[in-house]
């Protein structure tokens, strides 16, 4: 039976490289999941006053995030922290309190940037936040890309065969950790 997976990448530009990174990663684990990128660009900030009457990009989210098996999580890395889109995120799919969505879901962590740490800083604040919400965290391999111009091809593939292979055995180790 396939997985859902549902991706939550921490950017909204079109050209995002996180997202060419979690388009190559539904490709590469095409065979035993499927992947839907959720969408984050129309949800608001979290605002507690809104949780009497939630938003309705914050109640797709949530479902999204429920009907999933596992979750995974890529970030790029904005002034050596997390992204505010994808802590929003995260902020309300862990809401109301006792109610989240979050808690029990298998996950992994990872990113890609063209600074010399790849997005190391952000996932080592991700990662408590994360735990503190009850999310099963994938400790290993972790998935800290440098990189950028080069890694993708004209057709959005990974260009280089290492590269690929790396991302492979990623999605592999997933997997098994998904159960």
């Known amino acids: 039976m396939s997985k859902k997976i549902a991706v939550i990448v921490g950017s909204l530009r079109r050209e995002s490289i996180n997202r060419k990174l979690a388009s190559a990663l539904a490709e ?56 505010a889109v994808l802590k929003n995120a995260v902020d309300w799919c862990s809401r109301p309190t006792g109610k989240g969505v979050l808690a029990g879901k298998p996950a992994a962590l990872g990113g890609m940037s063209p600074g010399a740490v790849g997005t190391a800083v952000a996932q080592s604040q991700l990662k408590p936040v994360l735990l503190m919400l009850g999310v099963r965290l994938m400790g290993q391999p972790e998935l800290y890309i440098q990189g950028g111009a080069g890694y993708f091809d004209a057709g959005g593939k990974v260009a280089d065969e290492r590269n690929r292979q790396f991302l492979v055995n990623f999605l592999k180790r997933f997997e098994d950790w998904i159960g």
């Open 28 to 83: 590469l684990g095409s065979g035993f999941a499927s992947f839907a990128i959720l969408p984050l660009g129309d949800v608001p900030m979290f605002n507690q006053d809104l949780e009497d009457d939630v938003p309705a990009p914050v109640l797709r989210l949530r479902e999204s995030v429920r009907a999933a098996d596992a979750l995974l999580f890529l970030t790029p890395e904005y002034n050596r922290g997390i992204p």
